[in-house]
C-alpha cells in the first residue's frame, strides 16, 4: 500500500478543513476538483449544478466574472452545500501580508466570507500567511479556513522548482495551523496534514497555446503521488460536463484505488 487511504488521513490530519474535505472524498468517492474558469456566473452556476455530484472542491476565479453579485455568491454556496464540495478562490494572493489581508476580507469580492480554501505564492515570504491567517481571525473563521501554498506550476518555463519549492514546505510546514497543503506537480510530503493538488489535467497529455502542460489523471495520481486532481477546460469546454466529469472523476478515483491497495 503505497499511500494511506482517505478515512486514515482524515483521522491523521489536524486541520477542520482537511478533515471536511477527505470526508468527501471517502462519500463521494471523489479526489476531482473542478475549476470552473468562465467569465459569465449565470454559466458558472449552470454547470456547477451539472458537476456538483462528482466533484470534492470547485475552484473559482471570481475576478474573471463580469456578472459578480452577492446573491450568486449565496446561489454558489447553496449549491457547495447541496452537493457538498467546498469552495476554493484560486486568487493566488502574492503581495505583502498587510495588502492580501485586504485583498483577501474587503473590497467587491469579500474572498474569506465564503471560500473555504485560497492559494498563496511564497515570494513575500511568511508575512503573507500571517496576513492571510490574520484576516480569517477578524472574522471569526479561524480553523474554518485554509490556505495552499503554491510550491510547483504546471506551466511552460515556470520557476517554481528546487531551492523555491523547498522553502515553500518549509514555510507550510512552520505554518500547520494555516496551511494544509500545496498547488504542485509532484508528492511533496507524505503527511497528511498536506494535501497536494495539481493543475494542467486532462484525459490525454498535450499543450495549450499560452504555455499550459497537461498531465492524466492516472499520471498525477500513481506517478506524482498528488492527491487532488484539477480539471478545467478538459470539463468546461466539453458538450457533456456532466458525464465528462463522471469520467474524470473515475479516472482519478481508480487511480487512488490502485495506490492504497
Ligand atoms: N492553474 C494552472 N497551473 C498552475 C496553477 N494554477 O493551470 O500551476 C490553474 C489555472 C486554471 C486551472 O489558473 O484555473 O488551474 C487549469 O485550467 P485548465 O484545466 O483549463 O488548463
Known sequence: KKVLT??????????????????IMEEKKTNLCFSGDTTSFAELLEVVEKVGPYICILKTH????T???????HKLKNLASKHNFLLFEDRKFADIGNTVKKQYSEGIYKISEWSDIINAHIIPGPGIIEGLKS???EKGLTGKRALLLIAEMSSKGNVATGEYTKACVKMAEENQDFVVGYICQSQLSKDPNFIHMTPGVKLVEGTDS???????????????????IIVGRGIMNSDDPATTAATYQQAGYDAYLEQCS
Open 135 to 137: 484576516a480569517a481571525g
Open 210 to 228: 499560452l504555455g499550459q502542460q497537461y498531465l492524466t489523471p492516472k499520471e498525477v495520481i500513481t506517478k506524482r503521488n498528488s492527491d487532488i
Open 6 to 23: 482517505y478515512p486514515e488521513r482524515q483521522s491523521q490530519c489536524k486541520h477542520e478543513v482537511l478533515k471536511r474535505l477527505y470526508g
Open 62 to 65: 471570481i475576478d474573471i466574472i
Open 67 to 73: 456578472d459578480f453579485t452577492a446573491e450568486n455568491i
